[in-house]
């Protein structure tokens, strides 16, 4: 049995613990971003990550896995749709119920089927991914209107912020004061995008962003690009044939 060394606890899930750290460690940090020019950052807000009710993705996936004692991989090719089946504004936060979240496919072979999970923007182009084990509950606070939403989404569900910028990270604060760059979404050098063939894209020139997840067991990583959303999703297992490879073929914005 695989070792649980933080990955699922860091990446894309609820923790269970949250630590308290010194105004002064969180102050430098918050002193310690990166120098942002507009050449290298992604617009904030909303507008960047497109996640009104309709908007649809189609990613090629191909999904390998291990067979038995075989050094040969598995592997399947699908088609992958996520989409946004409604929106729930909530003062200053916005959640998204969307379905085929990536994530969906990861340790797969390839016959999942697209399930129900929520994207909440909050704090300021803050956004946290609730998977599918708390999607119920968390909707059922969103729909109460009595409900505060106090301490809805935790630091280790964030898998994006914005603007992004080069070497910028977000995670919870075991993540942060680590010096290695593991257990933390890390931003890398933004590179034009190469969209040529995705239906559906808007005109003009466009920037990835890429975004990696490091652990000791696994690695995660995606491209995001301002307007279009999440255009290549990679999952794998370190030393073993566990991989999922999304890449953006269709984009459908939300009819207006």
């Known amino acids: 049995m695989r070792k649980n060394t933080g990955s699922d606890r860091n990446r894309f899930l609820c923790p269970t613990l949250l630590l308290l750290l010194p105004l002064a460690l969180v102050s430098a940090l918050s002193g310690a971003a990166p120098n942002r020019s507009a050449a290298q950052t992604a617009a904030p807000g909303p507008a960047a990550f497109p996640l009104s009710a309709g908007t649809s993705w189609v990613y090629q996936a191909v999904v390998r896995w291990g067979a038995g004692n075989s050094t040969a991989a598995q592997e399947k090719l699908i088609a992958w749709k996520m989409e946004v089946d409604r929106v729930i504004p909530r003062g200053d936060m916005v959640a998204a119920v969307v379905k085929g979240f990536p994530r969906d496919l990861d340790r797969s072979k390839g016959d999942t089927i697209p399930v129900e999970s929520l994207i909440v923007e909050s704090g300021g182009a803050k956004f946290y991914w609730i ?125 207006h």
Not at 179 to 203: E, H, K, R
Not at 222 to 237: A, H, K, L, N, S
């Open 131 to 255: 998977p599918p084990a708390f999607f119920k509950s968390v909707l059922a606070r969103l729909e109460n209107p009595a409900d505060k939403l106090e301490n809805l989404t935790t630091a280790n569900q964030i898998f994006l912020q914005l603007p992004l910028a080069m070497g910028d990270k977000f995670c919870d604060m075991t993540g942060m004061i680590r010096t290695d760059g593991f257990y933390c979404w890390v931003a890398g050098d933004p590179q034009a995008a190469d969209l040529s063939g995705v239906q559906g894209i808007p005109a003009g020139e466009h920037t990835a962003y890429p975004v990696n997840f490091l652990t000791a067991n696994d690695s995660t990583s995606y491209d995001f690009v301002p307007g279009v959303g999440i255009t290549r999703y990679r999952f794998q297992v370190q030393g073993t044939q566990t991989d999922t490879e999304l890449h953006l073929e269709e984009f459908h914005p939300a009819a």
